[in-house]
C-alpha cells in the first residue's frame, strides 16, 4: 500500500499549510520516518526527519519555518509537517516515506504551491 500524502494546496507567499499522512505501524512504526519534496526539474530531497521517539532534524533551508511530528497510534503512524512563512521555493510535490525511504511505498504525494 502507497503512502498517501495530503494537505497541499495554494497559498501566498507567507502562508501556512498542514501535510498529514497515515503509514502502517506494522511497517513504518521503528522506522525513521521523513518529508520529502521534488521541485520542478529537480531531483527529490529530504527536508525534514523525525525518529520513532520524536528527535527531528530538518534542512537548512526549511529551518525555522517547518516542524515535522509523528503520532505513534497502535496500528497507525502519522506522521505531519507543518510549514509556516512559506516562499516559493518551497513550491514543490511533497511525499512522506521512511529514510531510508522504501521504494514500494512512494505515493502520489501532494503539490504545494506557493505563489502571489
Known amino acids: 500500500v502507497q503512502l498517501q500524502a495530503s494537505g497541499g494546496g495554494l497559498v501566498h507567499p507567507g502562508g501556512s499549510l498542514r501535510l498529514s499522512c497515515a503509514a502502517s505501524?506494522?511497517?513504518?512504526?521503528?522506522?525513521?520516518m521523513g518529508w520529502y519534496r521534488q521541485a520542478p526539474g529537480k531531483q527529490r530531497e529530504l527536508v525534514a526527519a523525525i525518529t520513532s521517539g520524536g528527535y527531528r532534524n530538518v534542512v537548512d533551508s526549511v529551518k525555522d519555518r517547518f516542524t515535522i511530528s509523528r503520532d505513534n497510534a497502535k496500528n497507525t503512524v502519522y506522521l505531519y509537517l507543518l510549514m509556516n512563512s512559506l516562499k516559493p521555493e518551497d513550491t514543490a510535490v511533497y511525499y512522506c516515506n521512511a529514510y531510508p525511504a522504501r521504494s514500494d511505498y512512494w505515493g502520489q504525494g501532494t503539490l504545494v504551491t506557493v505563489s502571489s
Open positions: 505501524a506494522s511497517i513504518f512504526s521503528s522506522d525513521i
